[in-house]
């Protein structure tokens, strides 16, 4: 295992994504579904070729990655073209021989050359300050209330499964919940079809999505993924609604947990969201989740 032999490199062939979800699927080995979201981002996401994936290899074996992803975000009404750096992982026994920081070379170098205005990460706290980066915004918060706690309510308020044809009002409404927001991510049709055809976002586990009619109106919706281990129904996300919307979407909730013999209803929805108010109106609790971040480089962003 010698410095000479390892070579940085992008995918390029059919043979090469499937060696790279074989090393995804050894590095999260414990992790189940991470090989899917990353062939997800492979075959769907618009803005993403397999020169967005790199790799380092040890005499044509791959044994380190990281991805770039093309995000957008929106910074106080600015729109800005951001990069996030994903699925960074070594094998175990190659760590700690500075593959990643070759690796996160490369990434910096693209994204001067393709002109981000930022590059960011969800990762390991404060470990990517040596690569330049620091603390951004938190990015999980956590509310949880017993399914048995949720009162039952009846209403004209209608839920059913969100079809294909809902998603332009449903980009409307999501950017409409998003306006509170200083910081917040922007959503195109392009990765809404991407997401709403694999069922998967950022999480490995596919979710299940509800559009929230009243006279025949489509006026929220929501997404909801099963935690079968530790019997938990997990809200990723919600756009506003107000007391009547929530209280059906919440007995709904209750139903559809209990009918798979789940505990709790875990809300990973912000803390400023109206939806997160009315369960604590009910009696939930805000509990602080192992901590994720989101870190800028700032040396990109200087300008800012």
């Given at each position: 295992?010698?410095?000479e ?8 062939t ?11 699927r ?17 075959d ?8 967005n ?6 005499e044509g ?7 770039l992803i093309?995000?957008t975000?929106?910074?106080g ?9 994903g699925h ?8 700690g021989?500075g593959?990643i920081?070759?690796?996160?070379g490369?990434f910096h170098a ?9 590059a ?6 404060y470990f990517y ?18 399914l048995?706690q949720?009162?039952e ?9 969100f079809i294909d044809?809902?998603v332009?009002?449903a ?8 306006r509170?927001?200083?910081?917040h ?9 991407m997401q709403?055809?694999?069922?998967i ?6 979710y299940?999505?509800y559009a929230v ?7 929220a919706?929501?997404r909801?993924r099963?935690?079968l ?7 990723t ?7 009547l ?11 559809d947990g ?14 400023e ?11 939930a609790?805000?509990?602080?989740p ?6 800028a480089c ?7």
């Amino acid at each position: 295992m010698k410095e000479e032999n390892f070579e940085v490199r992008r995918l390029e062939t059919a043979e090469d994504v499937e060696d790279y979800l074989a090393l995804i699927r050894e590095v999260w080995s414990d992790e189940a579904g991470v090989d899917r979201l990353a062939k997800k981002l492979i075959d769907f996401h618009p803005k993403m070729t397999l020169r967005n994936f790199f790799v380092v290899k040890d005499e044509g074996k791959m044994v380190s990655t990281l991805n770039l992803i093309p995000v957008t975000w929106s910074l106080g009404g600015v729109v800005l073209k951001v990069a996030e750096m994903g699925h960074v992982g070594t094998l175990p026994e190659y760590r700690g021989k500075g593959l990643i920081r070759r690796l996160i070379g490369e990434f910096h170098a693209d994204v001067e050359d393709q002109r981000h205005d930022l590059a960011v990460i969800e990762g390991i706290p404060y470990f990517y300050r040596q690569f330049g980066y620091e603390y951004a915004v938190p990015l999980l918060e956590e509310t949880r209330i017993r399914l048995d706690q949720i009162p039952e309510s009846k209403s004209d308020v209608k839920v059913r499964p969100f079809i294909d044809k809902d998603v332009p009002k449903a980009m409307t409404l999501l950017e409409r919940s998003q306006r509170k927001f200083c910081v917040h991510s922007v959503r195109d049709e392009h990765v809404w079809r991407m997401q709403h055809e694999t069922r998967i976002a950022s999480d490995p586990e596919p979710y299940e999505a509800y559009a929230v009619e009243e006279k025949a109106e489509l006026t929220a919706y929501f997404r909801v993924r099963q935690n079968l281990k530790d019997k938990e129904l997990i809200l990723t996300e919600i756009t506003e609604v107000d007391q009547l919307s929530a209280q059906s979407v919440l007995s709904f909730l209750r139903h559809d947990g209990m009918e798979h013999d789940l505990e709790i209803l875990s809300s990973n929805i912000s803390y400023e969201e109206p939806f997160t108010e009315h369960l604590l109106a009910l009696g939930a609790v805000k509990r602080v989740p192992p901590l994720r971040l989101a870190v800028a480089c700032n040396r990109l962003c200087q300008d800012f």
